[in-house]
């Protein structure tokens, strides 16, 4: 039924009649006229050419329909109308990329579908999350994805800790022995989440009765060469801690300090492991010709060597005593999950805590370079008080570039951009290593930032004009993803009483009415 026939339509209270009703007024002429010139089609032809519309734009065609049931009878003209002006707005050109975001159902296509869930990208369509590190480099390659370092950036009580068991947990349950995780735990916060995943938990102490060995090797590591240099990056970051204003050693000190790790090399081909005791042995006493091969009088091998000999025994029976002076009190399965070595026991020690930091990555590492076939995540949690000491800053520039060598992944973990150069002046080298780690790690997680140091750090964390302010509004549990090129904004989602115990650091906080 047509809008007229509609209209005309006899009812009980609307008679068809063509006289106004008797207290009704007449229509006015303007109306009838207005009425009559909408349904012939001259408003659309007026439109055409008034402001606002093409005026090349062809007039709309009318046509009678005659067959329209009471159009004839009537002789009312029914007017079809087939086209119309066109607004004279600007185009707009843009790729099917951008284009495609017009499409209400849409998500971003994100990096694979291999991995764990961690939330919704809410610039994405709000669409799943998933990100494995390895798998991550491969799907992401296109994107700018070229290596597996993560760097998460967050001021305290906004998730970094949540994200990262969150990630560990998942992992654990999707890939089973399939990935072996070490944490170096400073806070004494992985203890359960060891329980839950089945990582081994080390527990380190001044005195106590459990003792690792940072220049032990577990199982097939490769030749000789790797081996050493993980053994000389170690004594040496444990050496120049201790140093004086942690100063270099001068090239006859690292030359000495070699000599004697070769020395102890050879116990390897016996099956034993060689000890930090036993490369004091070598430094105390050194071989026949050891000045004449390193150039140089007994009496300067012997000075030289002074101050490394007083470093490890101060190491061995000094205060941390215990910890680092024999051989593995630990003996791990091979085939397990993880490793956790808590440190926490020398956390609040300033002096401690680096050498004991050192001795213990060492020993983890050792571990990472197993070539088991298995890949591996590494996580240096509170690394921001690593990158404030020089030495310690070289250890971890060093575990950055042997990533690729062992087939793993590092996770740095640190409160604020500016903790790059913590305790570090300005254009010193710790300066400069620590900037250059972060321009080395292809995935950037940032939590909330004030927005002072999100601009001062704007270029090196790679972040436009657009998204700064986006960071600076993040809320607790949300954090913003540079993958290369690729930008993703997550909302973290945590599931179960499990992933709520493990990401709970507020425990020690709580009042007794809210436990």
């Known amino acids: 039924m047509t809008l007229m026939n509609a209209l005309n339509k006899p009812t009980p209270n609307n008679p068809p009649t063509d006289q106004p009703a008797p207290n009704e007024p007449a229509p006015s002429a303007s109306l009838v006229a207005r009425l009559k010139s909408f349904f012939t089609g001259d408003t659309v032809r007026r439109k055409s050419s008034g402001p606002g519309w093409r005026q090349d734009q062809a007039p709309a065609e009318a046509a009678v329909d005659e067959d329209s049931e009471g159009g004839a009878d009537r002789g009312i003209e029914k007017v079809r109308i087939r086209q119309r002006g066109r607004l004279m707005a600007d185009r707009n050109q843009a790729t099917t990329a951008h284009a495609c975001s017009l499409y209400p159902f849409g998500t971003h296509e994100g990096l694979g579908q291999r991995g764990v869930f961690l939330g919704t990208d809410t610039l994405g369509g709000g669409g799943a999350f998933i990100y494995d590190p390895f798998h991550a480099l491969e799907s992401g390659r296109r994107h700018g994805v070229t290596n597996t370092n993560m760097m998460v950036l967050g001021l305290p009580g906004y998730g970094k800790s949540a994200l990262i068991k969150t990630l560990l947990y998942r992992s654990a349950a999707v890939f089973g022995t399939e990935r072996f995780t070490t944490i170096c735990d400073v806070k004494g916060e992985y203890t359960e989440l060891a329980e839950v995943c089945g990582f081994e938990l080390i527990k380190l102490a001044p005195g106590g009765t459990v003792r690792v060995n940072p220049l032990e090797v577990i199982g097939e590591v490769g030749g ?241 004009a657009a998204e700064i302010p986006r960071i600076g509004d993040l809320g607790v549990g949300e954090s913003f993803w540079k993958l290369g090129s690729t930008a993703v904004q997550l909302q973290h989602v945590m599931h179960g009483p499990v992933e709520d115990r493990l990401c709970d650091t507020n425990a020690a906080m709580a009042t007794q009415g809210t436990q």
């Open 224 to 464: 000789q060469d790797a081996v050493f240099r993980s053994r000389f990056a170690a004594l040496k970051a444990l050496v120049e801690m201790s140093m004086q204003n942690q100063r270099s050693m001068t090239v006859l000190e690292s030359s000495i300090l070699a000599e004697a790790l070769k020395a102890v090399a050879v116990m390897d081909d016996d099956g034993d492991q060689p000890t930090l005791s036993d490369v004091l042995e070598r430094l105390t006493n050194p071989a026949s010709g050891t000045s004449e091969r390193l150039h140089c009088q007994d009496g300067e091998l012997r000075d030289a060597s002074r101050d490394i000999i007083l470093i490890l025994k101060s190491l061995i029976s000094g205060p941390l005593g215990g910890m680092f002076d024999g051989q593995s009190t630990v003996a791990l399965d091979p085939a397990g999950a993880g490793v956790v070595i808590d440190i926490s026991a020398v956390g609040a020690d300033p002096d401690a805590l680096p050498l004991v930091w050192v001795a213990a990555s060492t020993w983890l590492r050792m571990l990472m370079l197993r070539k088991d076939g298995r890949k591996k995540i590494q996580v240096f949690d509170e690394s921001w008080k690593m990158m404030s000491h020089g030495p310690l800053a070289v250890f971890l520039q060093d575990c950055w570039k042997l990533m690729r060598s062992y087939g793993g992944a590092n996770i740095a973990v640190i409160h604020k951009p500016g903790d790059l150069a913590a305790q570090a002046d300005d254009g010193t080298a710790a300066s400069k290593i620590s900037a250059g780690l972060l321009a080395d790690t292809a995935v950037r997680v940032t939590f909330k930032q004030t927005l002072e140091d999100l601009s001062a750090y704007a270029d090196l964390l790679g972040y436009g």
